[in-house]
């Protein structure tokens, strides 16, 4: 596989009331060809900023990236490219089948090729039989749809995602996670910035987390998330074993009269077990706990501040 996206050093300065700030601060990530890979941060943790640099959008104030093989900035890149935003603005007035067929056009798609792909499209997102039907009767899992099927109209290599499942119901994240796992099965590299953790767990290969403008963790999905934890419920323990059972990683507190341990799954349970009942005490339940992204997630940024949206988006660039 070759590489998708490669950054080195990508910063980008604000001028704040403070002074200056690098809302991206010399970031440095790989994505590969045919790779779902997440991008994660808090708000104004620099995720915006960052694909409107890679997109040409906005301009580096430092460092340097390249987009299927050129830097960016290259205009012949973006042919092969597409960008879904958090909020698209659609014409709603139009119909589905009418959207299309405009920004078919914009890719200067012929007729009656301009019509196929669109009808193709309708039907890859299924849509095809609320095609008649005008954006403003669209529900937002509709809209978010449609979106996608708009993004796919040229094709693209590589996709830009950001929040493609935000307020969405149940079935519609379902719906929109599957043609997302089905652009890679087509052999696209779909970049996704998200902060719906459990859709970024199931779908994604590799993630980053931005905080500050930095990396504070990445890697692939199943390395990251190793190493999970175990709960120990036991009732009829006397006060004060709790504080013999505490040690680097171990949560031992009393909730409604029960003991719960809470232990990395790499320690021996049997000690705990063997405290308990030496205290006197019953077992009620061991429960093995799977790390998830959220875990991970809190543990890389979780009590950290970070810049806000409007400073990251509104200020004077450097």
């Known amino acids: 596989m070759g590489v998708a996206i490669k950054t080195e050093d990508l910063t980008k300065t604000y001028r704040t009331r403070s002074g200056k700030v690098n ?7 790989e994505v590969e060809e045919g790779e779902i890979f997440g991008f994660l941060g808090p708000n104004g943790a620099g995720k915006t900023t960052t694909i409107k640099m890679l997109l040409g959008i906005s301009y580096p104030s430092e460092g340097t990236a390249w987009v299927l093989g050129k830097e960016i900035g290259d205009t012949d890149v973006h042919r092969r490219l597409s960008y879904l935003p958090e909020k698209p603005y659609y014409y709603e007035h139009m119909t589905g089948l009418e959207i299309l067929r405009f920004y078919a056009r914009l890719f200067n798609i012929k007729e009656p ?7 193709a499209l309708l039907e890859k997102v299924n849509l095809a039989g ?3 039907k005008i954006i403003a009767q669209y529900s937002r899992g509709m809209q978010q749809r449609i979106g996608l099927a708009q993004s796919l109209l040229n094709d693209p290599v590589l996709l830009f995602l950001d929040e493609p499942t935000a307020g969405l119901d149940p079935i519609a994240h379902i719906e929109i996670r599957d043609l997302i796992l089905k652009m890679r099965d087509e052999g696209k590299t779909v970049f996704i910035s998200s902060h719906e953790l459990s859709d970024v767990e199931r779908i994604c290969d590799r993630v980053t987390i931005l905080n500050y403008g930095k990396v504070v963790s990445e890697g692939r999905l199943d390395t990251l998330l190793k190493g999970g934890r175990i709960e120990i419920t036991a009732v009829n323990v006397p006060k004060g074993i709790e504080d013999n059972l505490r040690s680097d990683g171990v949560i031992a507190s009393f909730h409604d009269g029960r003991l719960i341990i809470d232990a990395p799954d790499t320690i021996a349970t049997d000690g705990f077990v063997d405290a308990v009942r030496s205290a006197g005490g019953t077992i009620v339940s061991i429960i093995p706990r799977r790390k998830r992204l959220e875990d991970l997630f809190i543990e890389s940024v979780g009590g950290r501040r970070v810049l806000t949206e409007q400073t990251e988006q509104s200020e004077e660039s450097v």
């Open 23 to 29: 809302v991206v601060d010399h970031l440095n990530l």
């Open 113 to 119: 090729e301009r019509t196929k792909k669109a009808e």
């Open 130 to 132: 609320d095609a008649d």
